[in-house]
C-alpha cells in the first residue's frame, strides 16, 4: 500500500479498502523504522495525526470526502502548522510551536488531508544539500551517504522512501526541483503567486513559492488541486478563479513544441545527465512533440543576480528573529543590543549568518545602486529571455541540475560550488515562471537524473499533462531505492 | 573585491549578529569567493533597463480599512521567551 499513488489511495479509501487511520498507521510505522537512516522527518506527531485521520473517517462516513480526503502527506517544517513544531530546520525556532496554520496547510486541512509530520530541510531554506539544517543532513535513500538536495530533502525522500505518499515543499532558487532531481521524485514550482505564501516562513519574499511533490504528476496535480487559491493576507496571492489542474492530463503531445536551450547544455554538464535528458527528449518526439532551439543569453547571471536578491531579502525578514516575541534567546546578556547580538549568533547556523552578511553589505549604503538595484535590473533581462524563448515553443527542457546527488561533506567548505547546484532552476524563480522536475533516468552511479520542465506563466496544467503523457509511457517514476 | 576582517565586523554589527575575530577571518575567505561569483554581474550594459523588484509588476492590492483579525494577544505571546502582564520583557533600555 505505501507504494500506491495517491489517487489509487484516494480509491482505496473511498471503497472502504482500508480507513484513513489504518493507512496513517501505516506511514508512521515506516517512519518510525526508517526515519533514523534517512532523517527525513524532523517531528512526528502520532497522537495529532491520528486524530486527523479519525476525523477523515468520520467525514467519509458523513459523505462530506474530496480527493484528499484520509490521505496522509508530509509538511515542510517550513510551513506554520497550529499546535506543530515548526523550526524551519533551525536552531532559532526549535522551540516555536505555532500557534497558527500557513494557508496552504489551511487548503489541505480543509481537503482532509492528514498531517504525518514535519519534514527536515536545509536552515531557513537557505541550502542545495540539506546539510545546513539544525537537525543534521537528510541522506538519499539512493545511496545513503549522498545528500538528498536542498532545501526540501526531507519531502523530497519522505516521498522517494515512501514514508509519505506526498508532501508539500518550497522552492526559492530550486528547492523543490533539486532535490526531486536528486531522490528521483516529481516536484512541482508554481508560478509566483499562485499559492499564498501566509504562515510560509520568509525567506526570499519575491522568490519564495510553496509546491507540491509526489511519485507522479498526476498525484502533483491532486495536490495541487487543494495548494492553490487566493487569500487575501498575502499581498503577492493572485486573485485568479480556482483551477482544475488535472484538467489536460489526458491531452495528447502532438504539436508540442518544446524548448531547447542551447545554454542548459553547454560544456561542464555530465555525460549521463545529458544522455538521460536527450534520451527524455527523443521519448517527447515519439509522442508527437517537436524541439526548437532557444536561447536564454543572460542565464549565466541567474546565480550571481540570485545571490544578491535573495540574501537582500532574506537579511531583511531574518531581521525579525531577535530572541523578543519568538522562538530561541540566549541565555545570558547585559543589555537589549547583546541579547539581540547574541541570539542571532547562537540561534542562526553558518549558512544562514552567511546570507545574511551578504544582503546586509548589499543594502548598505554605498553598495545599494551597484550590487541590488543592478541585480535588479539583470533579473528584467533574464526574465525577458524566458518571454522571448516562450514565442517560439510551449515548454522548455532541459536537466534539473548540474550533477546528481554527491556526497555528503564535498562541497560544504565552498560556497561557491554549493550555489552553482542550482544554476539550471534559479532563473525561473527570478522571473517568476513554473517549474517542474520528473525522473529520468539514472547516472552510472544509479543515482537518478531530472528531466526540467519550464512552462510560461500559469501553464501548470500543461506542465502536469506533459509530465503525465511521459509518465504513461515511461517508468522512472516507479523505481525505488532498494529495500523501499 | 577584497574584504577585511573589520569589513565583516562592520556588517555583522549592521546585522546585529555577534562575531569574533577568528569567525570574521573564516567569513572573509568565502565572502571573498561569493563576491567574485557576484562581480560577473558587472560585465553587462544595463542603461534603460528598468529594476524588477517582483515576479510580475502589478499594483499592490489595497483592502478595506476595516479590523480582519481577531485578537490573539495570549495565544501569540505563549510562545515568547518572557512575557509579562501582556507586555513581552526585555533588558532595560531606560535608566
Given at each position: 500500500?505505501?507504494?500506491?499513488?495517491?489517487?489509487?489511495?484516494?480509491?482505496?479509501?473511498?471503497?472502504?479498502?482500508?480507513?484513513?487511520?489504518?493507512?496513517?498507521?501505516?506511514?508512521?510505522?515506516?517512519?518510525?523504522?526508517?526515519?533514523?537512516?534517512?532523517?527525513?522527518?524532523?517531528?512526528?506527531?502520532?497522537?495529532?495525526?491520528?486524530?486527523?485521520?479519525?476525523?477523515?473517517?468520520?467525514?467519509?462516513?458523513?459523505?462530506?470526502?474530496?480527493?484528499?480526503?484520509?490521505?496522509?502527506?508530509?509538511?515542510?517544517?517550513?510551513?506554520?502548522?497550529?499546535?506543530?513544531?515548526?523550526?524551519?530546520?533551525?536552531?532559532?525556532?526549535?522551540?516555536?510551536?505555532?500557534?497558527?496554520?500557513?494557508?496552504?496547510?489551511?487548503?489541505?486541512?480543509?481537503?482532509?488531508?492528514?498531517?504525518?509530520?514535519?519534514?527536515?530541510?536545509?536552515?531557513?531554506?537557505?541550502?542545495?544539500?540539506?546539510?545546513?539544517?539544525?537537525?543534521?543532513?537528510?541522506?538519499?535513500?539512493?545511496?545513503?551517504?549522498?545528500?538528498?538536495?536542498?532545501?526540501?530533502?526531507?519531502?523530497?525522500?519522505?516521498?522517494?522512501?515512501?514514508?509519505?505518499?506526498?508532501?508539500?515543499?518550497?522552492?526559492?532558487?530550486?528547492?523543490?526541483?533539486?532535490?526531486?532531481?536528486?531522490?528521483?521524485?516529481?516536484?512541482?514550482?508554481?508560478?509566483?503567486?499562485?499559492?499564498?505564501?501566509?504562515?510560509?516562513?520568509?525567506?526570499?519574499?519575491?522568490?519564495?513559492?510553496?509546491?507540491?511533490?509526489?511519485?507522479?504528476?498526476?498525484?502533483?496535480?491532486?495536490?495541487?488541486?487543494?495548494?492553490?487559491?487566493?487569500?487575501?493576507?498575502?499581498?503577492?496571492?493572485?486573485?485568479?478563479?480556482?483551477?482544475?489542474?488535472?484538467?489536460?492530463?489526458?491531452?495528447?503531445?502532438?504539436?508540442?513544441?518544446?524548448?531547447?536551450?542551447?545554454?542548459?547544455?553547454?560544456?561542464?554538464?555530465p555525460a549521463d545527465i545529458a544522455q538521460s535528458v536527450e534520451a527524455a527528449i527523443a521519448d517527447y518526439r515519439k509522442l508527437g512533440a517537436t524541439t526548437v532551439e532557444v536561447a536564454l543569453p543572460n542565464?549565466?547571471?541567474?546565480?550571481?543576480?540570485?545571490?544578491?536578491?535573495?540574501?537582500?531579502?532574506?537579511?531583511?525578514?531574518?531581521?525579525?528573529?531577535?530572541?523578543?516575541?519568538?522562538?530561541?534567546?540566549?541565555?545570558?546578556?547585559?543589555?537589549?543590543?547583546?541579547?539581540?547580538?547574541?541570539?542571532?549568533?547562537?540561534?542562526?547556523?553558518?549558512?544562514?549568518?552567511?546570507?545574511?552578511?551578504?544582503?546586509?553589505?548589499?543594502?548598505?549604503?554605498?553598495?545599494?545602486?551597484?550590487?541590488?538595484?543592478?541585480?535588479?535590473?539583470?533579473?528584467?533581462?533574464?526574465?525577458?529571455?524566458?518571454?522571448?524563448?516562450?514565442?517560439?515553443?510551449?515548454?522548455?527542457?532541459?536537466?534539473?541540475?548540474?550533477?546528481?546527488?554527491?556526497?555528503?561533506?564535498?562541497?560544504?567548505?565552498?560556497?561557491?560550488?554549493?550555489?552553482?547546484?542550482?544554476?539550471?532552476?534559479?532563473?525561473?524563480?527570478?522571473?517568476?515562471?513554473?517549474?517542474?522536475?520528473?525522473?529520468?533516468?539514472f547516472d552510472t552511479q544509479g543515482l537518478p537524473v531530472g528531466l526540467q520542465v519550464i512552462g510560461s506563466y500559469f501553464d501548470e496544467a500543461r506542465m502536469l499533462n506533459v509530465g503525465h503523457q511521459y509518465?504513461?509511457?515511461?517508468?522512472?517514476?516507479?523505481?525505488?531505492?532498494?529495500?523501499? | 573585491?577584497?574584504?577585511?576582517?573589520?569589513?565583516?565586523?562592520?556588517?555583522?554589527?549592521?546585522?546585529?549578529?555577534?562575531?569574533?575575530?577568528?569567525?570574521?577571518?573564516?567569513?572573509?575567505?568565502?565572502?571573498?569567493?561569493?563576491?567574485?561569483?557576484?562581480?560577473?554581474?558587472?560585465?553587462?550594459?544595463?542603461?534603460?533597463?528598468?529594476?524588477?523588484?517582483?515576479?510580475?509588476?502589478?499594483?499592490?492590492?489595497?483592502?478595506?480599512?476595516?479590523?480582519?483579525?481577531?485578537?490573539?494577544?495570549?495565544?501569540?505571546?505563549?510562545?515568547?521567551?518572557?512575557?509579562?502582564?501582556?507586555?513581552?520583557?526585555?533588558?532595560?533600555?531606560?535608566?
Amino acid at each position: 500500500m505505501h507504494r500506491e499513488s495517491l489517487k489509487s489511495l484516494s480509491e482505496a479509501l473511498a471503497g472502504g479498502k482500508i480507513s484513513s487511520v489504518e493507512l496513517t498507521q501505516l506511514f508512521l510505522k515506516r517512519i518510525a523504522g526508517f526515519n533514523a537512516r534517512y532523517n527525513a522527518f524532523v517531528t512526528v506527531d502520532e497522537e495529532r495525526s491520528l486524530a486527523q485521520a479519525r476525523e477523515a473517517d468520520n467525514a467519509r462516513a458523513a459523505g462530506r470526502a474530496g480527493p484528499l480526503t484520509g490521505i496522509p502527506i508530509a509538511q515542510k517544517d517550513i510551513f506554520c502548522a497550529k499546535g506543530w513544531l515548526t523550526t524551519c530546520g533551525s536552531k532559532m525556532l526549535s522551540n516555536f510551536v505555532s500557534p497558527y496554520d500557513a494557508h496552504v496547510v489551511e487548503r489541505l486541512n480543509e481537503a482532509g488531508a492528514v498531517t504525518l509530520g514535519k519534514t527536515n530541510m536545509d536552515e531557513f531554506a537557505m541550502g542545495s544539500s540539506n546539510e545546513s539544517s539544525f537537525y543534521g543532513p537528510v541522506r538519499n535513500p539512493w545511496n545513503v551517504d549522498c545528500v538528498s538536495g536542498g532545501s526540501s530533502g526531507g519531502s523530497a525522500v519522505a516521498v522517494a522512501a515512501r514514508l509519505a505518499p506526498a508532501a508539500t515543499a518550497t522552492d526559492t532558487g530550486g528547492s523543490i526541483r533539486q532535490p526531486a532531481a536528486m531522490v528521483g521524485v516529481s516536484g512541482l514550482k508554481p508560478t509566483y503567486g499562485v499559492c499564498s505564501r501566509y504562515g510560509m516562513i520568509a525567506f526570499a519574499s519575491s522568490l519564495d513559492q510553496a509546491g507540491p511533490m509526489a511519485k507522479s504528476a498526476e498525484d502533483m496535480a491532486l495536490m495541487m488541486n487543494s495548494m492553490a487559491g487566493f487569500d487575501a493576507r498575502d499581498s503577492t496571492s493572485l486573485e485568479r478563479p480556482l483551477e482544475d489542474y488535472s484538467r489536460d492530463l489526458a491531452k495528447p503531445l502532438a504539436g508540442l513544441r518544446i524548448g531547447l536551450p542551447k545554454e542548459f547544455f553547454a560544456a561542464g554538464l555530465p555525460a549521463d545527465i545529458a544522455q538521460s535528458v536527450e534520451a527524455a527528449i527523443a521519448d517527447y518526439r515519439k509522442l508527437g512533440a517537436t524541439t526548437v532551439e532557444v536561447a536564454l543569453p543572460n542565464m549565466k547571471l541567474s546565480v550571481p543576480v540570485y545571490y544578491v536578491l535573495a540574501p537582500a531579502e532574506a537579511s531583511s525578514n531574518l531581521a525579525r528573529y531577535d530572541g523578543v516575541r519568538y522562538g530561541y534567546r540566549t541565555p545570558e546578556y547585559r543589555d537589549l543590543e547583546e541579547m539581540y547580538e547574541k541570539t542571532r549568533a547562537e540561534g542562526f547556523g553558518a549558512e544562514v549568518k552567511r546570507r545574511i552578511l551578504i544582503g546586509t553589505y548589499v543594502l548598505s549604503h554605498g553598495y545599494y545602486d551597484a550590487y541590488y538595484i543592478r541585480a535588479q535590473k539583470l533579473r528584467r533581462l533574464i526574465a525577458q529571455d524566458f518571454v522571448k524563448a516562450f514565442e517560439q515553443c510551449d515548454v522548455i527542457m532541459g536537466p534539473t541540475s548540474p550533477s546528481t546527488a554527491f556526497r555528503i561533506g564535498e562541497k560544504s567548505s565552498d560556497p561557491v560550488q554549493m550555489y552553482l547546484s542550482d544554476i539550471y532552476t534559479i532563473g525561473v524563480n527570478l522571473a517568476g515562471l513554473p517549474g517542474m522536475s520528473i525522473p529520468c533516468g539514472f547516472d552510472t552511479q544509479g543515482l537518478p537524473v531530472g528531466l526540467q520542465v519550464i512552462g510560461s506563466y500559469f501553464d501548470e496544467a500543461r506542465m502536469l499533462n506533459v509530465g503525465h503523457q511521459y509518465q504513461l509511457a515511461t517508468d522512472w517514476h516507479l523505481r525505488a531505492p532498494a529495500g523501499v | 573585491m577584497s574584504f577585511t576582517p573589520d569589513d565583516v565586523k562592520r556588517v555583522a554589527r549592521l546585522a546585529r549578529i555577534a562575531i569574533d575575530e577568528r569567525e570574521a577571518i573564516e567569513v572573509l575567505g568565502q565572502l571573498d569567493r561569493i563576491f567574485g561569483l557576484i562581480e560577473e554581474m558587472r560585465a553587462v550594459d544595463v542603461s534603460g533597463v528598468e529594476p524588477m523588484a517582483h515576479a510580475y509588476d502589478v499594483t499592490l492590492r489595497l483592502r478595506e480599512d476595516a479590523v480582519a483579525e481577531p485578537d490573539q494577544r495570549e495565544l501569540f505571546q505563549s510562545v515568547a521567551p518572557k512575557v509579562e502582564h501582556g507586555l513581552y520583557l526585555v533588558p532595560k533600555v531606560i535608566e
